[in-house]
């Protein structure tokens, strides 16, 4: 969504509008609730993670709080989501189990096989190139390790329509989407194994429209004293935009889950 007041694409008023509607520390939809349904089934106690795209700190402290991790390394490229996040890290107290880095794009600053599960909640669609992040996550990971994400797909491999370029366009992000296919090829190719890509297109088409609800209505009056009239309308707007591609199908919230081999 658009930021108006800093050269990052996640500045301090586009953290805040994002907070109101997904909760303190999360800059994605679903909150707390969906990183829980990304994470559904996997143990993460006593385990080290990679949090590819950290953002503002809040799943860090869920993936230690309610997921037993051993300890989370969030890495992130822009330095106000990472201020953002190491604050809410020191007034958790969590500063031992938890640590930010900030890293340029391209290939990841560890060295091989150091994480047992790699996660990432919609941020992979900032990376373009998809099959070097696959080869990336893959290694890094331990043998048996686990890649567990939500990320922000196109259902095609053609030129995106009308309705989608005026959504990216709107977002004023640089989004890089791919589809399903081109994400199941890349894993493939980088050598994973399990793979599942599940859709949740359904689910965010009506929490979506929620969202909006929200802005327009029980939220508008907090977020336009805090934020200004003009940046929240704008906000409103970018989210109907996207309605519309989420009604097409075009644009495809999804569940990614791969394996490095034993």
């Known amino acids: 969504m658009a930021e108006a007041d800093s050269g990052e694409l996640y500045g301090n008023k586009l953290i805040r509008m994002l907070e109101v509607v997904w909760g303190?520390?999360?800059?994605?939809?679903?909150?707390?609730?969906?990183?829980?349904?990304?994470?559904?089934?996997?143990?993460?106690?006593?385990?080290?993670?990679?949090?590819?795209?950290?953002?503002?700190?809040?799943?860090?402290?869920?993936?230690?709080?309610?997921?037993?991790?051993?300890?989370?390394?969030?890495?992130?490229?822009?330095?106000?989501?990472?201020?953002?996040?190491?604050?809410?890290?020191?007034?958790?107290?969590?500063?031992?189990?938890?640590?930010?880095?900030?890293?340029?794009?391209?290939?990841?600053?560890?060295?091989?096989?150091?994480?047992?599960v790699a996660f990432s909640k919609d941020s992979i669609v900032h990376i373009p190139d998809k099959h070097a992040l696959a080869r990336e996550v893959f290694r890094v990971l331990r043998p048996g390790g686990r890649f567990a994400a939500s990320d922000w797909l196109i259902g095609h491999d053609d030129e995106p329509s009308p309705q989608m370029k005026e959504y990216i366009k709107a977002e004023g992000l640089d989004f890089g989407m791919a589809s399903p296919a081109r994400y199941r090829a890349a894993l493939q190719d980088a050598g994973f194994s399990e793979i599942a890509i599940t859709s949740r297109n359904a689910w965010y088409r009506d929490q979506a429209r929620r969202e909006v609800e929200a802005m327009r209505g029980p939220l508008y009056a907090q977020t336009a004293a805090e934020l200004g009239r003009e940046f929240v309308d704008h906000n409103i707007e970018i989210w109907s935009r996207m309605l519309k591609v989420l009604d097409s199908g075009e644009h495809c919230p999804t569940h990614i889950r791969a394996r490095r081999p034993v």
């Open 24 to 116: 303190d520390g999360y800059l994605s939809p679903g909150g707390p609730d969906e990183v829980g349904r990304v994470l559904a089934g996997l143990d993460l106690t006593g385990k080290s993670v990679l949090d590819i795209g950290s953002g503002a700190g809040g799943i860090d402290i869920q993936l230690v709080r309610e997921h037993g991790a051993g300890h989370v390394t969030g890495i992130d490229v822009e330095d106000t989501v990472i201020a953002t996040a190491r604050s809410k890290i020191a007034a958790a107290g969590l500063e031992g189990r938890i640590g930010f880095a900030k890293v340029a794009p391209g290939p990841l600053p560890f060295p091989p096989a150091c994480f047992d």
